[in-house]
């Protein structure tokens, strides 16, 4: 086990981020349609899209709502999803932006986690925790009510495997980097 100081709050944690997410979404959308609209009229400024404004939302609240909690003050996570890019190629945080990450949060298969995309049984052990989302159709998107998890396959830059897998079948774990 790990040097990471509150394990048991980790499972609560992530289901406070979850929740968060789920009661601010149509607030975050709001936002984005009026930051847009007055990105598309203001010189020298361009919109971006959604997903990069959700995941800089995703990605503060990700620092305080779940790093915060259970990291040390030498300790830090890996980042949420994409991170933040509201300063692009500089960082990827939105506080401490020279943090290292000491550990990353997993999802371990409480029996056995089927993938929504393959309907196969999948071994998580061989994939890297990205964020939630929610499946509609055939597809996942970045929506309420963020009731799956997308992995993808570790180690892998380009042309990479991922998986969507219901919160339900998983549970959280911590790893030292």
Partial sequence: MTKFMNVELIAPAMENF?????SGFETIKLAYEQYAKEAENRPNDFVATFEDYFHDWAQSNWELL???VVCNPNESLA??????????DKHSRVFFHN?????????VAKIQAIDWISGKVVDLSKFDFDGFVSTSGEWFDVSAPFDHVLLSEKGVTSNYLQVIVSKEQIEWQVNEI
């Fill in 66 to 68: 779940v790093e915060r």
């Fill in 99 to 107: 943090a290292v990450p000491t550990h990353e949060i997993v999802c």
């Fill in 79 to 88: 980042i949420y999803g994409t991170g933040s890019d509201y300063e692009t």
């Fill in 18 to 22: 979850r929740n968060h997410l789920v």
